[in-house]
């Protein structure tokens, strides 16, 4: 039985022209990166840092994520895409059923991860004031606030859904998830998708093949909150700060143990590829991270003075 259930069929977006279609989800990036550059700004403004080097470090976390989450979920969970429409891949268009606005659907958060890294790698060697784990134990705190609003873009997008979730009081029927765009036309008869996802929301026969399930996505984004609020207070309300890599092995160590455990939770996402002993794609590629995160917070010592 469910205490809270809820029947999710959602506007997703708006309506500009044709095809094209502003997505909250695209939104939500938007959320996040400017959240993110307001929280660097503080940082820097706090620890006397010239904000000449704000906006060019701005603008190599935003590519690098979006191209190291892209082609994350390419190469981890869908690289069909590689042969069945390429340029999907680089593009935020679908040209597999003729020309249609998608914005950038598919983003993998270890890749973004990956892309991070080498980002600011990169930024480092041309910007040269900190350390690149001075960088990264700071970044780490604007990266865990906007993975709050991804997972809500994800629900808003009914996608990373979770597992059928049985006698758990709480439940979602993703009724986009469960008719796609195409067969929900057929079904109705009605030829504008919204409208016909409104009709099988009020059908009562339609409705009921739907199943409950988890909203992994909402248990992820409430988890990052609470990330997102340790690595605040270990940054202003204690001195670890200071200790080279710290922030950054702790947001490691919290970020991908949660991704690890809702796994758990979730349908798999696309191809999975690695499935060894009951553990999925995602939880494997987040082992690694985590034994990362305990490395920089417990073993590694920096060879000189962090500048």
Same mark, same amino acid.
């Given at each position: ?67 190291? /989450? ?47 890294? +080498? ?24 990266? /865990? ?50 409208? /016909? ?8 026969? !339609? ?28 940054? /202003? ?47 494997? !590629?987040?082992?690694?991270? +985590? ?17």
């Amino acid at each position: 039985m469910h205490l809270l259930k809820l029947d999710w069929n959602p506007v997703t977006g708006i309506d500009i022209i044709g095809n094209f279609k502003i997505h909250f989800y695209s939104l939500m990036w938007v959320a996040a990166f400017v959240i993110g550059w307001y929280i660097m700004k503080r940082i820097f403004t706090k620890e006397k840092i010239s904000l000449d080097y704000l906006d060019p470090l701005f603008i190599y976390t935003v590519l690098a994520t979006m191209l190291g /989450a892209r082609l994350g979920h390419v190469l981890f969970y869908q690289s069909e895409l590689i042969q069945e429409d390429f340029f999907s891949i680089f593009l935020p268009f679908s040209f597999k059923n003729g020309v249609e606005f998608t914005g950038f659907q598919g983003l993998a958060s270890h890749g973004a991860a990956i892309g991070i890294i +080498i980002g600011m790698y990169l930024y480092r060697k041309k910007y040269n004031y900190k350390s690149i784990l001075w960088i990264l134990d700071r970044i780490v705190l604007a990266v /865990a606030s906007g993975a709050v609003f991804i997972r809500i873009g994800n629900f808003i997008n009914s996608e990373i859904i979770g597992k059928t979730s049985g006698d758990f009081p709480l439940g979602v029927r993703f009724i986009q998830d469960y008719y796609n765009k195409y067969e929900v036309t057929q079904i109705t008869g009605i030829k504008n998708v919204q409208k /016909a996802y409104d009709a099988i929301a009020n059908n009562a026969e !339609l409705l009921s093949a739907v199943p409950y399930r988890h909203p992994a996505q909402l248990y992820e984004s409430f988890c990052y909150i609470f990330v997102f609020l340790i690595l605040l207070y270990f940054y /202003a309300k204690t001195k670890k700060s200071e200790q080279t890599g710290f922030l950054f092995g702790l947001f490691l160590i919290l970020l991908w143990s949660i991704r690890f455990f809702i796994e758990f939770f979730k349908e798999p996402q696309g191809d999975e590829y690695i499935n060894w002993f009951g553990l999925n794609t995602g939880q494997w !590629l987040s082992i690694p991270f +985590i034994l990362i995160g305990l490395y920089f917070m417990f073993v590694y010592k920096p060879k000189t003075a962090v500048k």
